[in-house]
């Protein structure tokens, strides 16, 4: 069964940009049209263990502790008075709360002041081939990191997961390898979602075969437009983890380095399969025309065929039907043989019959053998 759904997201969802009114000021907020609550979890850790909790807008100065992680997750991007406390709390640049708040950034990563911020692309499958895309913020400094999101839900529960847990590498690492996992997580969390497109693809590659139809077409014309979604999202972060690694942050330790290196690698590959996969996709749509030409030259050769051999007979049954004169000289014998209607018929049905068995033989109809 084809399916058509149209989202909100996709091309549209990445291009897209929350902006302020043209000619305001350089870090104006523009905050959603229903702003909605702002919700913050806080995991604090270090390696004798961690504690989780929710935290308030007065619990934020208390929040950073010596020798202690500090992971401020935030979810919801509509209390503009809590993102502005936070921004006061942790040294947020005016520029970077913009692009938080103002969604639609391009992945990228900047360095103020020693404080680290990137912008980076969140997608999750909650339907076949349908992508939810979501903008994720990151702010760190030493001994913290904040991470924006614009609404609950999101890939990192496995990172959550390894900081519960006791003796893990992570409890043991400063801020910059949090922010390394973060990206990393959410990097990774791309691979299940163009799983999803691969198998999509396959689907649309038997129908291909067995019988394309116009359903399909807008099918694969949809699986198009998803895929150039995630080319707009992969690349630019490819190309922030490649400005990270060349440029370097304080916070990126000669002990992080090599899982950003890994981060970029796996970027890298997502970049790879991203253009396999619309490559694919575009070929599907060469294909499928292809085979409506070929559908519509093998109708047209048919009725070519059953045209051709009405003709001669159309000119017997002419002839034949032409009213003469017995007794005039060039009268036609035939009219008065008895068995003449008959005759005509069968000298119809041989000749249709020859031309069928010729038209067979050259290949233009049925298997028979085709001409080089």
Request: net charge neutral.
């Amino acid at each position: 069964m084809t399916r058509q759904r149209h989202t909100g997201h996709g091309v549209r969802g990445l291009v897209h940009k929350r902006r302020p009114a043209a000619g305001s000021p350089p870090g104006t907020l523009a905050l959603p049209a229903k702003p909605g609550g702002t919700f913050i979890r806080v995991m604090r850790y270090d390696p004798a263990g961690a504690e989780e909790f929710d935290a308030r807008s007065d619990d934020l100065a208390s929040i950073i502790q010596p020798g202690k992680v500090a992971w401020i997750d935030v979810q919801g991007l509509g209390d503009e008075s809590l993102l502005r406390r936070l921004a006061g709390v942790f040294s947020i640049h005016p520029l970077a709360l913009a692009d938080i708040v103002n969604i639609g950034q391009r992945p990228k990563s900047e360095d103020y002041d020693g404080r680290l911020f990137v912008v980076v692309r969140m997608v999750r499958m909650p339907a076949p081939d349908t992508p939810d895309w979501e903008q994720v913020s990151l702010w760190a400094g030493p001994g913290f990191v904040v991470t924006f999101q614009e609404k609950p839900g999101d890939c990192l529960d496995p990172l959550r997961g390894r900081i519960r847990t006791d003796g893990s590498r992570i409890r043991s690492s400063d801020a910059g390898y949090l922010a390394t996992m973060v990206v990393d997580a959410i990097v990774d969390a791309y691979f299940p979602a163009l799983e999803s497109f691969g198998e999509h693809l396959d689907t649309i590659e038997r129908r291909l075969i067995e019988r394309p139809d116009a359903d399909l077409l807008t099918t694969i014309f949809h699986t198009k437009r998803e895929l150039m979604g995630f080319r707009r999202a992969i690349w630019p972060q490819r190309e922030t983890l490649t400005r990270l690694l060349r440029d370097g942050h304080p916070l990126i330790t000669p002990a992080t380095t090599p899982y950003l290196r890994d981060v970029y690698d796996h970027a890298v590959h997502l970049a790879d399969v991203t253009e396999t996969y619309r490559e694919l996709a575009q070929s599907y749509i060469d294909v499928y025309l292809s085979s409506v030409a070929h559908r519509t030259n093998e109708t047209m050769r048919v009725l070519t065929v059953l045209a051709t051999i009405f003709i001669p007979l159309t000119f017997v049954a002419g002839v034949f039907g032409m009213n003469f004169d017995t007794s005039h000289p060039l009268n036609m014998p035939e009219l008065g043989w008895r068995f003449g209607y008959l005759a005509f018929w069968v000298f119809c049905v041989v000749l249709a019959g020859s031309m069928l068995y010729v038209a067979r033989r050259a290949g233009w109809i049925g298997g028979g053998k085709k001409n080089p």
